[in-house]
C-alpha cells in the first residue's frame, strides 16, 4: 500500500459544480495534513492546512476522518481557476512531508 | 521578494556531466527541504536539513547525490555523473517548525533539469 494515496482522476466538472476529493495515508500516528494545489509546469502552492476540527476558507473545505485515515478538500461552486492539480500532503514517521500523486481537476464553462 | 528561490531555473547538461543547483529558502525558515518530481507525480522528498544539520537522506538519493547547508543558510543540491533517469523538476522549499507543529511547506519555482 502506498503511503499517501489519491484518485489522479481526471475530474471534469462544470463551472458551478461542487466536487470532492480524498486522499488515503497509511500512518496512522500522522499528524499534519495538507493540501496544495499545483498548476501546470508551477511549483506547489500551499491552499490548506487540515485540523481535527475541519478548516474552510471561502468556497473550499478540508476535513480530516482519523478513524478512516483520509483527508477530503471540497471544493464549492468551482470557477474555471479552479482548474489544476491537488497534491494531498501528509507527514510520516518524521517531520517531512510525504505528498500523493495529485488529482487533476478541470472545470469547464 | 521574500520568497523561496531557486538557481538555475532550467538546466540541460550531457549524460555524465555534474550539475549543482542552488536554493535560498525563506530567511526565518528553519527546515530546508529537497524534493524531486517527474510528469504525473508528486514530489518525492529527497532529504531535509534543520539549519545546517542534514536530518534525513531518502533511500532515492544514491550516492550519486549530495546536499549541503553551510551556515543554515542557503542550500545546494548537486549530481554527479548525471544519468537520463535524473531528468526531473528538482523542487526546494522551507518551513518553520515551532512547538513541535508544521506550518507547511514554501516551494521555490523549481529547477527543471533535462539531461541528454
Known amino acids: 500500500r502506498k503511503e499517501v494515496e489519491q484518485d489522479p482522476g481526471p475530474f471534469n466538472v462544470p463551472e458551478g459544480a461542487t466536487v470532492a476529493f480524498n486522499c488515503t495515508y497509511s500512518n496512522s500516528a500522522s499528524q499534519s495534513f495538507f493540501w496544495y494545489r499545483q498548476d501546470c509546469r508551477k511549483e506547489p502552492k500551499l491552499l490548506m492546512s487540515v485540523y481535527s476540527s475541519g478548516n474552510e476558507d471561502g468556497r473550499f473545505t478540508a476535513q480530516l476522518n482519523r478513524a478512516s485515515q483520509y483527508i477530503s478538500l471540497l471544493i464549492r461552486d468551482s470557477k474555471l481557476s479552479d482548474s489544476a492539480t491537488y497534491l494531498c500532503a501528509v507527514n510520516m514517521y518524521t517531520d517531512k512531508l510525504i505528498f500523493g500523486t495529485g488529482t487533476r481537476l478541470q472545470v469547464f464553462p | 521578494d521574500t520568497g523561496v528561490s531557486q538557481d538555475p531555473r532550467h538546466k540541460i547538461t550531457k549524460r555524465g556531466q555534474n550539475v549543482t543547483f542552488r536554493c535560498d529558502p525563506i530567511?526565518?525558515?528553519?527546515?530546508l527541504y529537497w524534493y524531486r518530481q517527474t510528469l504525473g507525480q508528486g514530489p518525492e522528498f529527497l532529504t531535509y536539513?534543520?539549519?545546517?544539520?542534514?536530518?534525513?537522506k531518502s533511500r532515492l538519493l544514491s550516492d550519486r547525490f549530495s546536499a549541503e547547508r553551510p551556515k543554515g543558510s542557503f542550500s545546494t543540491l548537486e549530481i554527479q555523473r548525471t544519468e537520463q533517469g535524473d531528468s526531473a523538476m528538482y523542487l526546494c522549499a522551507s518551513s518553520l517548525l515551532g512547538r513541535g507543529r508544521n506550518y507547511g511547506y514554501t516551494f521555490g519555482s523549481g529547477t527543471r533539469l533535462t539531461v541528454v
Open positions: 530567511s526565518e525558515h528553519n527546515r
Open positions: 536539513f534543520q539549519n545546517e544539520a542534514q536530518l534525513e
